[in-house]
Protein backbone atom coordinates (compact mmCIF):
# COMPACT_ATOMS: atom_id res chain seq x y z
CA UNK A 1 0.00 0.00 0.00
CA UNK A 2 1.30 3.31 -1.06
CA UNK A 3 1.19 5.79 2.51
CA UNK A 4 1.20 9.48 1.90
CA UNK A 5 5.18 10.49 1.93
CA UNK A 6 4.84 12.77 4.63
CA UNK A 7 3.31 10.10 7.10
CA UNK A 8 6.17 7.36 5.48
CA UNK A 9 9.00 9.85 6.54
CA UNK A 10 7.61 10.21 9.94
CA UNK A 11 7.39 6.35 10.51
CA UNK A 12 11.08 5.58 9.27
CA UNK A 13 12.56 8.60 11.29
CA UNK A 14 10.52 7.21 14.55
CA UNK A 15 11.53 3.59 13.40
CA UNK A 16 15.79 5.07 13.78
CA UNK A 17 14.71 5.38 17.72
CA UNK A 18 15.95 2.70 19.92
CA UNK A 19 13.62 -0.30 20.84
CA UNK A 20 10.82 1.25 18.25
CA UNK A 21 10.09 -1.17 15.47
CA UNK A 22 7.99 -0.78 12.04
CA UNK A 23 4.82 -1.67 13.54
CA UNK A 24 5.49 0.49 16.52
CA UNK A 25 6.30 3.18 14.19
CA UNK A 26 3.49 3.15 12.11
CA UNK A 27 0.70 3.09 15.50
CA UNK A 28 2.77 6.63 16.83
CA UNK A 29 2.45 8.00 13.57
CA UNK A 30 -1.55 7.38 13.43
CA UNK A 31 -2.11 8.16 17.08
CA UNK A 32 -0.45 11.91 15.96
CA UNK A 33 -2.36 12.05 12.61
CA UNK A 34 -5.79 11.24 14.50
CA UNK A 35 -5.38 11.70 17.83
CA UNK A 36 -6.01 14.95 19.56
CA UNK A 37 -3.94 17.93 17.97
CA UNK A 38 -2.68 18.92 21.33
CA UNK A 39 -0.51 16.00 21.38
CA UNK A 40 0.98 16.87 18.28
CA UNK A 41 1.48 20.64 19.37
CA UNK A 42 2.89 19.11 22.80
CA UNK A 43 5.37 16.88 21.03
CA UNK A 44 6.38 19.44 18.87
CA UNK A 45 7.13 22.32 21.63
CA UNK A 46 8.89 20.11 23.42
CA UNK A 47 11.15 18.91 20.63
CA UNK A 48 11.84 22.51 19.67
CA UNK A 49 12.79 22.73 23.74
CA UNK A 50 15.32 19.85 23.68
CA UNK A 51 16.82 20.92 20.26
CA UNK A 52 17.33 24.69 21.62
CA UNK A 53 18.09 24.20 25.30
CA UNK A 54 19.28 20.52 26.04
CA UNK A 55 23.06 19.30 25.79
CA UNK A 56 25.68 16.89 27.20
CA UNK A 57 27.61 18.75 29.92
CA UNK A 58 31.07 19.54 28.42
CA UNK A 59 33.26 18.10 31.07
CA UNK A 60 30.99 14.61 32.06
CA UNK A 61 28.93 13.88 29.68
CA UNK A 62 25.72 14.32 31.73
CA UNK A 63 22.42 15.86 30.56
CA UNK A 64 21.89 19.50 30.79
CA UNK A 65 21.09 22.55 29.57
CA UNK A 66 22.44 25.24 27.58
CA UNK A 67 22.64 28.16 30.72
CA UNK A 68 24.11 25.29 33.05
CA UNK A 69 27.36 23.86 31.30
CA UNK A 70 29.66 22.40 33.00
CA UNK A 71 26.17 20.41 34.54
CA UNK A 72 24.80 20.70 38.32
CA UNK A 73 26.67 17.42 39.02
CA UNK A 74 29.90 18.60 38.54
CA UNK A 75 29.58 21.94 39.97
CA UNK A 76 28.22 20.72 43.38
CA UNK A 77 30.27 21.40 45.96
CA UNK A 78 28.72 18.35 48.46
CA UNK A 79 30.41 15.66 46.15
CA UNK A 80 33.65 14.31 46.11
CA UNK A 81 35.47 15.27 43.50
CA UNK A 82 37.90 12.56 43.89
CA UNK A 83 35.42 9.11 42.56
CA UNK A 84 34.80 9.14 39.45
CA UNK A 85 31.82 6.54 38.22
CA UNK A 86 32.17 6.00 34.69
CA UNK A 87 29.35 5.27 32.53
CA UNK A 88 28.78 4.66 28.76
CA UNK A 89 25.43 6.50 28.03
CA UNK A 90 23.38 9.30 30.17
CA UNK A 91 20.78 7.53 30.56
CA UNK A 92 23.02 5.37 33.48
CA UNK A 93 23.95 9.16 35.32
CA UNK A 94 20.18 9.33 35.72
CA UNK A 95 19.51 5.56 36.97
CA UNK A 96 22.47 5.74 39.55
CA UNK A 97 21.19 9.30 40.93
CA UNK A 98 17.86 7.70 41.56
CA UNK A 99 19.97 4.86 43.46
CA UNK A 100 20.88 7.53 45.86
CA UNK A 101 24.19 5.53 46.31
CA UNK A 102 27.07 7.66 44.75
CA UNK A 103 28.15 10.52 45.72
CA UNK A 104 30.98 11.39 43.22
CA UNK A 105 31.14 12.29 39.66
CA UNK A 106 30.58 11.33 36.57
CA UNK A 107 31.85 10.56 33.02
CA UNK A 108 29.76 9.26 30.31
CA UNK A 109 31.89 7.84 27.43
CA UNK A 110 30.51 7.32 24.11
CA UNK A 111 29.69 3.98 24.68
CA UNK A 112 32.18 1.50 24.55
CA UNK A 113 34.87 -0.83 22.68
CA UNK A 114 33.43 -2.47 20.30
CA UNK A 115 35.29 -4.01 16.96
CA UNK A 116 32.47 -4.95 15.54
CA UNK A 117 30.93 -1.05 15.45
CA UNK A 118 34.87 -0.28 14.84
CA UNK A 119 34.88 1.38 18.03
CA UNK A 120 37.96 1.81 19.74
CA UNK A 121 39.24 3.86 23.13
CA UNK A 122 39.65 6.90 20.69
CA UNK A 123 35.83 6.86 19.67
CA UNK A 124 34.26 6.15 23.28
CA UNK A 125 36.33 9.10 24.26
CA UNK A 126 39.12 7.47 26.51
CA UNK A 127 42.31 10.27 26.02
CA UNK A 128 39.34 12.78 26.94
CA UNK A 129 38.71 10.36 30.17
CA UNK A 130 42.57 9.86 30.81
CA UNK A 131 43.71 13.57 30.44
CA UNK A 132 39.99 14.70 33.18
CA UNK A 133 41.60 11.99 35.74
CA UNK A 134 45.03 14.01 35.99
CA UNK A 135 43.76 17.10 35.22
CA UNK A 136 40.95 16.39 38.12
CA UNK A 137 43.48 14.52 40.43
CA UNK A 138 41.01 11.73 40.67
CA UNK A 139 41.94 9.28 43.32
CA UNK A 140 38.78 5.93 42.51
CA UNK A 141 37.23 5.58 39.37
CA UNK A 142 34.19 3.09 39.19
CA UNK A 143 33.42 1.32 36.12
CA UNK A 144 29.55 0.87 35.84
CA UNK A 145 29.66 -0.62 32.93
CA UNK A 146 27.57 -3.85 31.39
CA UNK A 147 28.47 -6.86 32.56
CA UNK A 148 28.57 -8.73 28.91
CA UNK A 149 31.55 -9.34 26.06
CA UNK A 150 32.02 -5.27 25.08
CA UNK A 151 31.29 -4.36 29.00
CA UNK A 152 34.10 -6.63 30.09
CA UNK A 153 36.43 -5.40 27.34
CA UNK A 154 35.95 -1.86 27.65
CA UNK A 155 36.61 -2.46 31.32
CA UNK A 156 39.54 -4.67 31.25
CA UNK A 157 41.27 -1.91 28.64
CA UNK A 158 40.17 0.90 31.16
CA UNK A 159 41.81 -1.03 34.35
CA UNK A 160 45.10 -1.47 32.26
CA UNK A 161 45.53 2.19 31.19
CA UNK A 162 44.53 3.66 35.11
CA UNK A 163 46.66 1.15 36.53
CA UNK A 164 50.02 3.16 35.76
CA UNK A 165 47.77 6.77 36.76
CA UNK A 166 47.90 5.24 40.17
CA UNK A 167 44.11 5.35 40.48
CA UNK A 168 41.99 3.13 42.22
CA UNK A 169 39.99 0.88 40.25
CA UNK A 170 36.82 -0.82 40.87
CA UNK A 171 34.00 -2.33 38.80
CA UNK A 172 30.18 -2.90 40.25
CA UNK A 173 29.10 -6.00 39.35
CA UNK A 174 27.81 -7.38 42.91
CA UNK A 175 24.40 -8.15 42.64
CA UNK A 176 24.63 -7.05 39.00
CA UNK A 177 23.72 -10.59 36.63
CA UNK A 178 25.85 -11.39 34.21
CA UNK A 179 24.73 -9.77 31.08
CA UNK A 180 23.17 -7.42 32.53
CA UNK A 181 22.79 -3.81 32.25
CA UNK A 182 22.61 -0.73 34.32
CA UNK A 183 19.07 -0.03 32.03
CA UNK A 184 17.17 -2.97 33.82
CA UNK A 185 18.62 -2.97 37.26
CA UNK A 186 16.15 -1.61 39.67
CA UNK A 187 17.23 1.31 42.24
CA UNK A 188 17.87 -0.71 45.08
CA UNK A 189 20.16 -3.35 42.51
CA UNK A 190 22.20 -0.70 41.96
CA UNK A 191 22.86 1.11 45.35
CA UNK A 192 24.11 -2.11 46.36
CA UNK A 193 26.01 -2.85 43.26
CA UNK A 194 27.97 0.78 43.75
CA UNK A 195 28.46 0.14 47.91
CA UNK A 196 29.71 -3.54 47.09
CA UNK A 197 32.46 -2.55 43.71
CA UNK A 198 35.01 -4.54 44.30
CA UNK A 199 38.79 -3.57 43.36
CA UNK A 200 39.00 -4.65 40.13
CA UNK A 201 42.85 -6.36 40.59
CA UNK A 202 41.55 -7.85 43.89
CA UNK A 203 38.62 -9.22 43.54
CA UNK A 204 37.50 -7.98 46.51
CA UNK A 205 35.44 -5.26 48.06
CA UNK A 206 37.61 -1.83 47.04
CA UNK A 207 38.80 -0.31 50.76
CA UNK A 208 38.10 3.30 50.90
ZN1 LIG B 1 28.75 17.49 34.21
Not at 141 to 170: K, N
Request: one cysteine or more; glycine letters at 10%.
Amino acid sequence: MNLPEPFERLVKVLGRLPAIGRRSAERIAIELVRGERRLLGELLSALGDIQANVRCCSRCGALTTKEEDPCRLCTDPARDGALLCIVEDPGDVIRIESSGGWKGRYHVLAGRISPMHAKGAKEIGVPELAARIQREHIREVVLALDTDVEGDATAAYLADLLRPLRVRVSRIAFGLPAGSGIAYSDPVTLARALEGRRGYDEGGPAEN
